[in-house]
DNA sequence: TTCGTCCTCATTGTATGCAATTTCGAACCG
DNA sequence: CGGTTCGAAATTGCATACAATGAGGACGAA
């Protein structure tokens, strides 16, 4: 068969559950696993090509990250969100990044010239005809990683992970208003200039401002349930 | 067949695969297992009397947890934590636990019964001849747990978990000196006191002090390799 | 002696078969 | 007609068998 798998069908690159955890993790992150829905076993085995086992192993490792529920005897189903989330989400985030990003002032471990050219490729894009959310959200997800592991506390940066990855979160770009885009890659740029001038309480300002604006364009889509269909 | 659990007799109370990993996980957090050492699937199974399914299933939730580091085609070991982790963990704790004891207060969730019970019995275990230390570890586990549940944020609880159920803290209270153990069960009466006039500023500073002495302690304790055999 | 190669064994990774549990529908009774 | 009980199908949980990968030692040549 191999039929479904596509992309990662040919290379044996990684093991079977490796592969596995990654395909259905992305599915669920881009959304095409609506929350609540459940996953069997046997149909992602199939439609993947491998046997039950790596599945159970993907399933357990997404369990314990968060972003499926496991029923005992009953199977697994992906976690649903709502807007309590995005609330526990953010007030998390907007405690701990703005931190973060003040410890990496302190510590000048941040590559600044990687950082910048970050926000520099995330103008590019968003410059474009139809601006390519999907590359701005990668890139956007390397600069927050990459300040957090600039903090020089490997554990902050498995903690905020955690709590971002999720469908919510993760698509943050394409709720955003022109504006609001606009403000957000502006506050890029001046997080790099404020590591550079190695200022902890300006970068940690500027990271705050920067994650609560993201809440508010956030909170305002979801509050309002006239997104389109499916 | 011979399925029969010997060791883990008396219920079968929850599936191998859940025994299997509490048995493992309640071993490395009381240091029976050393960090480092090599965690067989088969020897793990046969001393439980599962077979390996189970075990790679607890085996995997582990190290999704971050107890144990899994290499590929090479087998799980358990994590070696050292000083720098316990900077880690206790940056990471001073900054969260302060911030959900305050917000707690706020919310007035607590249920300040329960946890004015929870740092008397602390007391009463402490003035025993020999202090229960699993006891009182115990007890100020459901203490600070209950403290970030009342915090209204469900992710923060799970999130701190993570970070302090590591051997390195969790036995924090063998470290201490009767003046630190003194200090820290009143700081949970501090505490209690400050949930119940709902001062988030006042429950979030007697927080960031109980958490900081015991950072202090534990440093001091970790620095001086002097410490008795096992 | 020392380095390199190959072979063997221990261990992990995957597949498959079977037992246990749950679900869902249909027959049955009130 | 509504509610309940029983049973077959679907699904998960566990055990076992097999394949694949890596570690360590014997052997031989320089």
């Known amino acids: 068969m191999t039929q479904g ?18 395909a259905i993790r992305r599915q669920i992150l881009s959304g095409e696993r609506a929350g609540g829905e459940w996953l069997r076993e046997g149909d992602l085995a199939a439609v993947i090509g491998v046997s039950r086992t790596p599945v159970r192993e993907a399933l357990r ?7 499926v529920r496991h029923e005992p005897n009953r199977g697994v189903q992906v976690e649903a969100w709502g807007v309590d989330d995005l609330d526990e989400i953010f007030s998390l985030r907007s405690q701990l990044e703005p931190w973060g990003c003040g410890l990496a002032a302190s ?3 941040a590559d600044l010239e990687a950082l910048a050219e970050l926000a520099d490729r995330m103008d590019e894009e968003a410059r ?3 601006p390519d959310l999907d590359a701005i959200t990668e890139l956007n997800n390397r600069f927050h990683r990459a300040i957090l592991e ?4 490997g554990r902050l940066v498995g903690l905020v ?11 943050t770009f394409s709720h955003y208003s022109s504006e609001a885009m606009r403000r957000s890659l502006a506050h890029h740029h001046e997080i790099v200039q404020a590591l550079r001038a ?8 500027v990271m705050r401002s920067h994650v609560r604006a ?8 979801h509050l309002d349930p006239e997104q389109g269909p499916s």
Request: glycine letters at 12%; aromatic letters at 6%.
């Open 5 to 22: 798998a596509g992309s990662e069908a040919g290379t044996d690159a990684g093991k079977a559950a490796e592969v596995t955890y990654l």
């Open 61 to 67: 490792r997404l369990a314990a990250e968060g972003l």
């Open 107 to 109: 510590t000048g471990l």
């Open 128 to 130: 474009r005809a139809p």
């Open 150 to 153: 600039a903090s020089g506390n």
């Open 161 to 171: 992970s955690t709590v971002v990855e999720v469908p919510l979160v993760w698509r």
């Open 198 to 205: 190695g200022d902890p309480e300006w970068a940690e300002s």
């Open 214 to 221: 993201a809440w508010a364009s956030l909170r305002e889509e």
